[in-house]
């Protein structure tokens, strides 16, 4: 399997992922609890208009549309027969922006959780896992897809079936876990082990990291652990746009692209390779963490008291310590995935 990402590396030093899929598709008119892959078919030229925006400010990778391509989260919206479609058309899409760009952007198959519990927690095997992640990474490869980006992800063992899966279809593969429970996944898993969780599989991860999560602050904790661990590795760090916040009934991050840029610039910091925006993170925001990272110079490794001073409290961390779990990225994730 080709190597898209070190490649890339090799040649940019730190590469900027894109930004938030979910809520910019709210932007565009995406009604809750609408799928948004079925807009791969129904309203394509907004899904162009996705990833035209995020490359338009920067983006060295864009993930195609396709987070719930499983056959599981399609059932909700009676389509788990057009898995493969769906996910071939949000490929395709995503490919030809990148092949129009004019320089390298890297296709990523977006692949998230597939909301079932694996056994003995819940009803689903580790086998049939592995099955739905290759019928949804099928599609993405045929559509053009170089990486399967697993994301948002909870449990180990679920990690390992999307893995295991990319690597019988052909693809590489990254992934990142959502550390939104006090410090950790909601099924347990902490920042620092999360290099070994596809230990043993027929192919090593490209990159590993977090995304997703409560803020900024909370991520770039995780990735100081992370790169604490294993410095050498390639750490992904996809942050949310600051902390949500109700205004009346819609959903607001509070994270500007001041803040996001000084996010970029402590992340390159703390040993990210690659950068990019979840939850909250426009073409605004992409365009000024471009903007910081082209300018910024590789400075010391900063503390966590550093990542508190400069972008603001930690809430995960003080939950746990505290001994209450607010597992606000948990919720909101629940509300506007991305």
């Given amino acids: 399997m080709t190597n898209p990402i070190d490649a890339l590396i090799a040649e940019k030093g730190v590469l900027l992922a894109d930004g938030a899929t979910g809520t ?16 791969n078919e129904s309203a394509p030229e907004k899904i162009v208009a996705l990833h035209q925006g995020f490359v338009d400010a920067g983006a060295d990778i864009i993930l195609t549309n396709s987070f719930g391509g499983t056959r599981h989260r399609l059932k909700l919206h009676h389509a788990q027969d057009r898995v493969h479609e769906l996910n071939r058309r949000a490929a395709e899409i995503a490919r030809s922006v990148a092949d ?3 320089r390298k952007v890297i296709v990523a198959g977006s692949v998230g959780p597939t909301g079932e519990l694996l056994q003995p927690l819940g009803a689903m095997t580790y086998d049939e896992a592995v099955d739905a992640f290759v019928e949804q990474i099928e599609g993405l490869k045929e559509g053009g897809a170089e990486v399967a980006w697993i994301e948002t992800m909870s449990a180990p063992d679920e990690i390992r079936a999307a893995a295991e899966a990319a690597i019988r279809v052909g693809l590489p ?5 959502s550390f939104d429970t006090a410090g950790r996944t909601m099924m347990g898993l902490a920042p620092k082990d999360i290099h070994g969780v596809a230990d043993g599989l027929g192919a090593a991860p490209l990159g590993v990291g977090a995304n997703c999560g409560v803020g900024a602050s909370d991520i770039l904790a995780s990735l100081l652990d992370m790169s604490a661990v294993k410095p050498e590795a390639t750490i992904i760090v996809k942050g949310n746009c600051g902390i949500p916040e109700f205004r009346g009934t819609e959903i607001h991050y509070s994270g500007t692209p001041e803040l996001m840029a000084d996010y970029v610039r402590l992340a390159v910091d703390g040993g990210a390779r690659i950068v990019g925006g979840c939850c909250g993170t426009s073409f605004q925001h992409l365009a000024a963490m471009r903007k910081a990272l082209d300018e910024h110079a590789q400075a010391a490794r900063p503390s966590v008291e550093d990542v508190v001073a400069r972008i603001g409290p930690l809430r995960n961390k003080q939950a746990a310590e505290s001994g209450a779990v607010e597992g606000e990225g948990r919720r909101e994730r629940r509300r506007a995935r991305g």
């Fill in 100 to 102: 129009k760009a004019g």
């Fill in 173 to 177: 593969y990254t992934y990142t876990g």
């Fill in 24 to 39: 910019s598709l709210f932007a565009m008119g995406l009604e809750a609890g609408e799928a948004p892959e079925l807009w």
